[in-house]
Nanobody, 120 residues
Framework: QVQLVESGGGLVQAGGSLRLSCAAS????????MGWYRQAPGKQRELVAI???????HYADSVKGRFTISRDNAKNTVYLQMNSLKPEDTAVYYC??????????????WGQGTQVTVSS
């Protein structure tokens, strides 16, 4: 069984910062890509940032220069540092990870989501 547990969401004023964490646990042999997505009310889920095992990153244009994704492979944890937050960043943030288990299974697992609310 593999779980992703997110933390770090909350309420912040515009211009403020938050740091999200997502820890994967369970039957994990390796993790390739880890990413953050978000879904605002009435909108589709969208990619925010992704990082692959060798450290290559990709960001949505809307967050470039403000958000930074990083990972600690020893802890199977991915982080999202969010600076200069804007009201339009308000959403439920989800992490996901491409997991390979010791038995050879490969799948993508999602976290439960954490609410980020930015007030103007």
């Amino acid at each position: 069984q593999v779980q992703l547990v997110e933390s770090g969401g909350g309420l912040v004023q515009a211009g403020g910062s938050l740091r999200l964490s997502c820890a994967a646990s369970g039957n994990i042999f390796a993790i390739n890509a880890m990413g953050w997505y978000r879904q605002a009310p009435g909108k589709q889920r969208e990619l925010v940032a992704i990082i692959i095992s060798v450290g290559t990153t990709h960001y949505a244009d809307s967050v470039k220069g403000r958000f930074t994704i990083s990972r600690d492979n020893a802890k199977n944890t991915v982080y999202l540092q969010m600076n200069s937050l804007k009201p339009e960043d308000t959403a439920v943030y989800y992490c996901n990870a491409d997991i390979r288990t010791y038995s050879g299974s490969v799948f993508t697992r999602w976290g439960q989501g954490t609410q980020v609310t930015v007030s103007s």
